[in-house]
Each structure stands twice: as structure tokens, then as C-alpha cells.
């Protein structure tokens, strides 16, 4: 049957009029959707399922596999990395969703794509991203920034994937590091390229700016859910700490597992939000967050997972040779390319994978910045070795 069949055409058209009949008044219809270019052909996908397709074959998606979620240069087939992280925020953020009457498809396509821009060695690797991006005239290195970057400018040859503005607003807007419980879209920001452009070429950018959908708000509190137990478990299994220093006074309120914690934490987000379905009374209708009770507690295990467990000195055992190996690289792949012609087999397959207009509207520290923040671990522990860097091993840690 013809892509653009009517029969095609007339589910497509039932299926908006169930989206509008079904889903809350607040939520993202997917007829709303605005992308950058106009595309002729719809198929017989709505357009968010379209980009939730479209991220899950991207180049930048297959290499979550091995990038590193919180813990680095460990070989233990149970330790979180970016690829399971994200799914897990695309589950809990889609059953919380079906629950509040809220777009499914926006949902996943933002979850799915929301921490394609981290580099190598995650957080501690954007730290040394974005100082190495500011020492060489860059705007400072986010992976939220990034994410965007690769999606819009960099994949398919650099013609990007033509997502919805919905869809990237949410990967921008993702970050949920600031200690916020409660999220209301900042529906009054133009809904424009134009608009969304600008805030891209902003240098200070911050994790001030909420996104424009409930659906994006609702992945910002999911992002934190799926890592806060998860990052526990894989501190026990690594025996960086042990069950009973979870504060007690969280533990009582949230659990003391993974699995607890997660269940008392999305409980409480779908039954602390029924009024985006239901219309019910409330002092903030245009919404969504988490109860006074487990808000705080959530903010306190948030404290004791950084004071015990990312801030932890057994926790970045190599980073110094990570470092080093990261200026090294930084420097070598800018050689290459100050020079009239880049012939080295370690930047050539990047280099001459872009078109023209990728070459000449990026700096050479621009193009090496996006050749690093694309690489896997293993390949950027590769690539440094073969340069003659002093690269760190890793660890065989199990039970």
C-alpha cells in the first residue's frame, strides 16, 4: 500500500481526532508540530514517532552503547551505561505520561534523544570538553547544545534530521541538575527556528531555560528518577558504598532499592498530577512535579548521591591520564587540520564524511570538538593510544 494512500490518510486523520479527544488539554497534539523544512510525504507515522524513528537510527544513537553513564574504565556487564539510561527515561517518563494524558511519541523522541551530545567518559568529559572548547576561542562545551548539534546540523551528511522544534526544545531543556521538583513549560517563548536558533548561540547558556511542552518537562523530572536509584545500585555493585548509608530518613520515604525508589518516585508524579487529565483543583493547573513530602526527599538523596558517590575520590581513579589524553588529542586533530591538507588516516574519515558547507562553516576547533564529543570510550581510548598517550586501562570489577 501507497505511503500516502487515502486509507492511510483517513487512520492518520482518526488518529489526531483520538489524540484530541483523549490526551489532556495541556498536552503537545502531534498535528502541532513544527519542523524546520517542510516535508511532502507523511507516511503512516504522526510526526513524533517520525523523530522518536528517526533518533533511534541515527549514527549518534548507535554510539550510546558505549558511553559512560556515570561510572568510567569498569568492564562489569552490570554498570549503567548511556544506553540503558536513556531507555529507562523513555519508560518511566511514556507510563508516567499515559497516566496524566500527555503525548507518548513527544515523550520518547525527547527521552530517546536527550544525551546524544555526551562525549567520552561522561560528565567528567564535558568538564574537560568545555575547558579545552573555551582555551580555543569555542563557546563552552554542553551536551545539551551538542545533542542538538548532532541531530540538526551534523548527522546525514550534515542535512540533520528535520526534527520538530517540540522534540529538540525538550533535549535542549533536559538538563535537571538544578535542584527544581516542580516544572511549568515556558509556553510564552516564541515557537519559532528562528527564536530557538538564538538561544543556541548564547554562551551563557543555563538550566534556567524550562522547555515549552509538558511532555519536555515531564523527561527533565524522568531523567533524574532514572538515574537516582540506578547510580545507587551500581555504587553498591561496585562497593563504593553500601546499602544502609542511604540516609534513613530517605529510605523511609522512598525505599532503600532501585526498584523502591523508582516506584515511590513516579507514583507520586502520576497521582500528584491527575489534574492535567482530570481538570481537578489545584493551585499550578499548567504544571507537573512531585509532592512536598517526596520532593524533599528526593533532594536529599540527590545530596548524598553527590557527596558519597560522584564526588567520591575512589570514583575517578584515571581521570588524570583522561585528561591528558583528551588535551593531547585536542591538539593533535587541530594540527591535522591547520594544515592545507588533512591526509592522516586518524582525522581523514571524519573530515572528508562532511560536505563542503560542514567544512567551511565550522572552525578546525569546532570540527575536533565534534569528532571527540562523538566518540565511544573504547574508541577515544583507541585513537589516543595510537598517538602515544599514557591511556589508562580499565578495571575488571565484579562480585
Same mark, same amino acid.
Given at each position: ?8 490518510a483517513d ?51 548507535t ?13 562489569n ?12 527515561v523513555? %519508560?518511566? &517518563?511514556? *507510563? ?7 503525548? $507518548? @511519541?513527544l /515523550? !520518547? ?6 544525551d ?26 554542553r551536551?545539551?547544545?551538542?545533542s542538538?548539534h ?11 534530521w ?9 533535549i535542549?531543556?533536559?538538563d ?5 521538583t ?21 554562551d551563557?547558556?543555563t ?10 518537562c515531564?523527561v %527533565?523530572? &524522568?531523567? *533524574? ?7 545507587? $545500585? @551500581?555504587? /553498591? !555493585? ?9 540516609p ?12 523502591t ?33 517526596i520532593?524533599t526527599?528526593?533532594l ?22 583522561i585528561h ?41 576547533a ?21 598517538i ?11 562480585d
Open positions: 500500500m501507497n505511503s500516502n494512500s487515502p486509507l492511510l487512520v492518520q486523520n482518526q488518529l489526531a481526532r483520538e489524540e484530541k479527544s483523549c490526551l489532556s488539554p495541556l498536552a503537545c497534539l502531534s498535528k502541532e508540530r513544527i519542523r524546520r523544512n517542510r516535508e511532502n510525504q507523511q507516511g503512516y507515522r504522526q510526526s513524533f514517532a517520525k523523530d522518536a524513528d528517526r533518533i533511534l537510527h541515527s549514527k549518534a544513537y554510539r550510546y552503547i558505549d558511553k559512560t553513564q556515570v561510572f568510567s574504565l569498569i568492564d556487564d552490570h554498570i549503567t551505561h548511556r544506553v540503558l539510561h536513556v531507555q529507562l523513555s %519508560r518511566i &517518563a511514556r *507510563t508516567a505520561g499515559r497516566f496524566l494524558g500527555l503525548n $507518548e @511519541d /515523550i !520518547e523522541a525527547i527521552a530517546l534523544g536527550h546524544l551530545g555526551h562525549p567520552p567518559f561522561g560528565h567528567e568529559g564535558e568538564h574537560i570538553l568545555d575547558r579545552l572548547c573555551k582555551e580555543h576561542g569555542l563557546p563552552g562545551f551536551h545539551n547544545i551538542q542538538i548532532f541531530l540538526d546540523k551534523i548527522e546525514k551528511q550534515g542535512i540533520g528535520n526534527l520538530s522544534l517540540q522534540v529538540l526544545d525538550g535542549l531543556c533536559h535537571g541538575e538544578a535542584n527544581l516542580k516544572l511549568e513549560p515556558e509556553r510564552s517563548r516564541e515557537k519559532s527556528f528562528s527564536s530557538f536558533d538564538q538561544i543556541l548561540k548564547k551563557a547558556f538550566t534556567s531555560l524550562l522547555p515549552m511542552t509538558l511532555e519536555g515531564l %527533565r523530572l &524522568a531523567d *533524574t528518577v532514572a538515574y537516582i536509584g540506578r547510580d545507587i $545500585e @551500581d555504587a /553498591i !555493585e561496585l562497593n563504593l558504598i553500601a546499602r544502609q548509608e542511604i534513613a530518613s530517605c529510605t523511609a520515604i522512598l525505599g532503600n532499592s532501585n526498584g525508589i523508582v516506584h515511590s518516585l513516579v507514583s507520586d508524579l502520576i497521582t500528584n498530577n491527575l489534574h492535567l487529565r482530570y481538570k481537578g483543583p489545584t493551585p499550578c493547573p499548567d504544571c507537573i512535579g512531585f509532592s512536598e513530602k520532593g526527599a528526593l536529599e538523596l540527590k545530596k548524598f548521591n553527590y557527596e558519597c558517590i560522584y564526588r567520591n575520590p575512589l570514583f575517578k581513579p584515571d581521570f588524570k591520564r591528558r589524553c583528551y588535551e593531547q588529542l585536542f591538539s593533535y586533530y587541530l594540527e591535522q587540520l591547520m594544515k592545507e591538507s588533512s591526509s592522516q588516516e586518524l582525522t581523514r574519515s571524519f573530515w572528508h564524511s562532511m560536505p563542503e558547507t560542514y567544512r567551511n562553516t565550522h572552525t578546525p569546532a570540527i575536533v570538538r565534534d569528532y571527540l564529543a562523538g566518540m565511544t570510550d573504547n574508541f577515544f581510548l583507541h585513537q589516543a593510544q595510537l602515544g598517550c599514557d591511556v589508562p586501562e580499565r578495571k575488571c570489577i565484579r
